[in-house]
């Protein structure tokens, strides 16, 4: 019985010590997010069917983002720190999600923490980059997103997101400029009426 609970125990701190080691692996990505407080710069957004948007992004964690897409796009992707605004500017549509919902909530959350609300269900390295998939523990069948780091500077360098139905979304970032000051007014939106946080 003894030899038993040694062996359960032995398991045990294996576990432990596995958890812990793979922990320390993705600690320094964890970092990266939490000392980005400011991100200025551009991207590039591919679909799952290949067609090519891009645009600039403006980050001010916690909570806000401005994805400004360059013509003959006329969307504006805005948040606020609750609601995730999607704005067609040509169609004089708005659109408002609950941020914390979305894949841009977990990168501006005050804390990043890849243990919290999120698991991690695998860490790759491809060439000099590190690619971290998470999936939300509460709705693990919502999706997942695809963090991709550049190494040796760790820096953000993609996400790549999935949606349930398997469809993939890649943004890239390029020209990053980090922790610079940015204007309150980037962020400026217009809150939601009762009528649209119904529906």
Known sequence: MKMKNIIYTLMILGLSLKSAA????????????????????????INSKGHTSTGTIQISRPGRLCLT???????LIMADGK????????????????????????????????????????????????????????????GA????????????????VIDPQGIETQVILSNIQTNVDLPNEIFAIESPSLLQQIF
């Open 83 to 142: 609601w995730l605004i999607t704005r067609d500017r040509a169609a004089d549509e708005v659109n408002y999600s609950s941020l914390e919902k979305t894949p841009a909530g977990f990168i501006l959350q005050p804390h990043v923490r890849f243990d919290g609300d999120v698991a991690v269900t695998k860490v790759a390295r491809v060439g000099d980059m590190t690619e971290i998939s998470l999936i939300r523990k509460e709705e693990p069948d919502a």
């Open 69 to 75: 897409y360059n013509p003959p796009s006329s969307l």
């Open 145 to 160: 997103i695809i963090l991709v780091f550049k190494d040796n500077p760790t820096a953000l360098h993609e996400w790549r």
């Open 22 to 45: 793979a922990h320390e692996e993705i600690q320094k990505y964890e970092d990266c997010l939490n000392e980005m407080k400011t991100l200025s710069g551009e991207f590039t957004q």
